[in-house]
């Protein structure tokens, strides 16, 4: 018997289940690798919670991998549940994964995910869809409404054998047509698995008799039907290459079913399957009252009148379109006009957490997996952090001890290129006692933990081995001080000698103000990150006390005779060299006399000719922020370098350089009416025929301003000046766009929030006379 089948489809499940129940087989032979035999009784398990999938991996090679899913709904998955429940031997019947990952793709491609265990070879022949060449045959332009109609809205009514296997039968007749039209299809590693299969059966037949059951795929029932010699089969299976396998159950999740995740044999709407598949009646009714459920919980008013009023449209497309039933697409269309009213942003929603869905599966402890994935499962149990399919983010207080655990676990999987989390921006800051992290659970990252067991049984071993490895491999300086950070933040101290080394050597090595510049920033960080990790990093803090010194000496120099995008890039570097220098200087240990040998070179970089605009500027701008260059000071450096006699270029790049980016250059001109005097000056004096080489820098500078800001310095600019002389008779001077002096009635209405805000206790002001 040749119950061929759509891979996850609701109406082929509830056809196998009928055909099952009628003709109860002596045996069950299910499309899979054999090396998941053993692991079949876990199915019945009731901690098994589909959707799941068999991995594959080479034990020699872990990235080289294969999945197989299998959801709710899927044909495979009820015939398996089936056989257990009534006692009926059940295998796996296709080319095993020691052939099937031999055959695929070299290292470094991502795992496959596939319903049978070859990869599709290189394409000679275009590949056919059987359900589309099927649909277009019927008249239909769309294959899953083609599905829907013959198959999903069929329900098996208890009839007897032969009635039970008619739709097989069909089936069985139009996947014969197809392969004597198309012969392979495009897939010519087909051969051999059908070769593999029909050998499993001939055993199965002689150790059950012929009252065996086989699950497959429509396509390969033809294949399995034909006669053939049992020599010729295993002539297409001599010479096979090899591998050393291992399997495992792993949880899977709806999203991944679906066919935009690359799943060849994926379908559009697994969450709308799964419900017609576990909907005992009235599937259309049900399926709005989800609707409206999750509609409601995003606070769209949705009343039980707009559900009687959908499903009733629903059903009345179906009629108009001559479908037996309501599908997805009119139900979709009912849910727009109804509930929606007409708009496709709700459906956006609708389409991702309903008709796809994010449903995890759950596989039981004792199923297999390598000692790493055990470790990493007892650690996300104690931790209270639970794998999901849905995004979740996750803030963290490092302060407390399971928050500051949590921080470690996820630094270690990053460490080790399992990305179960991201970090995020949140309401803390780098190097503050606050993370935030993005966390999503992929199936794929299963196959990431068993490569990664080759670095150590546990978390913690895996990542310090890793680390050790990284650091001797490392041929640049900033390689080696991004992974002094990674090593603080994962909490891996038996790492940090290997690491100290290496970032020893390195840095006495590299004489390149560049690379030195693009280190000092981790470094810095990764002493903060220490504090904030109650972490001994004195050999970490005379490392980089050491590098800013030597960058305070070869800077200068390094910032002459830059080409545009050279300069921009140091430009970026000097950016990061003062925030270390601030973070070291802030420090449990500060560098003596670090923050004045650093503000001389940036007088250095603001006064030399010779150094480009950008930097020039930047130098300025910082000097000012720190206090240690005056406002008339700044205003007569931007009047240099806005003078006639430089170039116009020149000047745009030290304006970009002192205003530009996100540094609240806006503002500072907001607030300063002689720089945005000289800078107005400037800009009206810049000729007709060079503008347009300096609007691409303007451009860029003023549009990462807030639009708040561009607003008030566009008012300031069209009231003009201030005139000359204006407030020598004695009055309050009213710069342009600001009131004639203070307002003291307002700023002592402010000062009391700023006590609180500041917790402090207002003084008397008595007490101050």
Known sequence: MLLGVRHHGPGSARAVLAALEAARPAALLVEGPPEGDALLPLAADPRMRPPVALLAHAVDDPGRAAFWPLAEFSPEWVAIRWALAHDVPVRFIDLPATHSLALKEPRGRPPAEETAPAPEAEEVTPVVDPIRALAETAG????????????????????????????????????????????????????????????????????????????????????????????????????????????????????????????????????????????????????????????????????????????????????????????????????????????????????????????????????????????????????????????????????????????????????????????????????????????????????????????????????????????????????????????????????????????????????????????????????????????????????????????????????????????????????????????????ATPAEGLRERWGAVLRKLAGRDTVAGIIRGRATRLLLDEGRLTEDEAARLMGLALSPGTPPTDAAAWVEGFVGGASGGGMLLVHDERLLALLDAWLTSVPAETFTDVLPLLRRTFSAYEPGVRRTLGELVRRGPVPEGAGNDGTDLAYPGFGPGLDQERADAVEPVLHLLLGRTPVPAEATA
């Open 140 to 587: 239909y332009d769309d294959p899953e409404r083609w599905w829907e109609d013959v198959v999903e809205h069929r329900s098996p009514d208890g009839s007897p054998t032969a009635d039970a296997l008619a739709p097989f039968t069909a089936l069985a007749e139009a996947m014969t047509a197809l392969r004597e039209a198309y012969g392979d299809g495009g897939h010519p590693r087909d051969a051999v698995r059908e070769a593999y299969m029909r050998i499993q059966l001939r055993t199965a037949r002689k150790e059950f008799g012929d009252h065996v059951a086989v699950v497959c795929g429509a396509w390969h029932v033809p294949a399995l039907a034909a006669r053939t010699t049992l020599s010729a089969d295993r002539a297409l299976l001599k010479g096979l290459p090899k591998v050393k396998a291992e399997m495992t159950w792993v949880p899977w999740t709806h999203r991944r079913l679906a066919r935009h995740s690359g799943y060849g044999a994926g379908i559009d709407s697994p969450g709308w399957y799964g419900h017609l598949f576990g909907a005992a009646d009235r599937p259309i009714e049900r399926w709005m009252t989800k609707v409206a459920g999750l509609l409601r919980e995003e606070d769209r008013f949705v009343s039980t009148a707009h559900v009687i009023e959908a499903v009733r449209l629903a059903e009345t497309l179906a009629a108009m379109r001559g479908r037996p039933l309501a599908g997805l697409g009119e139900t979709t269309d009912a849910v727009r006009a109804v509930m929606c009213e007409g708009s496709d942003v709700p459906l956006a929603l609708i389409q991702d957490r309903l008709v796809v869905g994010e449903t995890l599966g759950e596989v039981p402890d004792s199923a297999p997996a390598v000692p790493l994935q055990r470790d990493l499962t007892r650690s996300q149990r104690s931790l209270r952090l639970k794998p999901e399919a849905l995004e979740k983010a996750l803030d963290l207080d490092l302060r407390k001890e399971t928050d500051a655990a949590r921080s470690r676990l996820l630094h270690r999987l990053r460490l080790l290129g399992i990305g179960w989390g991201e970090p995020a921006e949140g309401r803390g800051g780098t190097g503050t006692f606050r993370e935030s992290w993005r966390l999503r659970w992929e199936p794929e990252l299963h196959v990431r933990v068993a490569e990664a067991g080759v670095w150590g049984t546990t978390v913690e071993t895996a990542a310090t081995a890793q680390a050790e490895s990284r650091a001797l491999a490392a041929t640049a300086l900033s390689e080696v001080t991004a992974l002094a950070e990674h090593c603080l933040l994962a909490g891996l101290p038996e790492a940090l000698p290997v690491v100290m080394k290496a970032l020893a050597d390195r840095a006495a090595l590299d004489a390149d103000v560049g690379h030195l510049a693009d280190a000092l920033p981790a470094l810095a960080r990764s002493l903060r990150y220490g504090d904030v990790r109650s972490t001994d990093t004195a050999a970490l803090a005379g490392v980089a006390a050491g590098l800013a010194e030597r960058i305070c000496v070869g800077l200068p120099p390094a910032c002459t005779g830059l080409d545009t995008d050279g300069a921009e890039a140091l430009r970026r570097q000097v950016d990061g060299v003062h925030g270390a220098i601030g973070l070291l200087v802030a420090g």
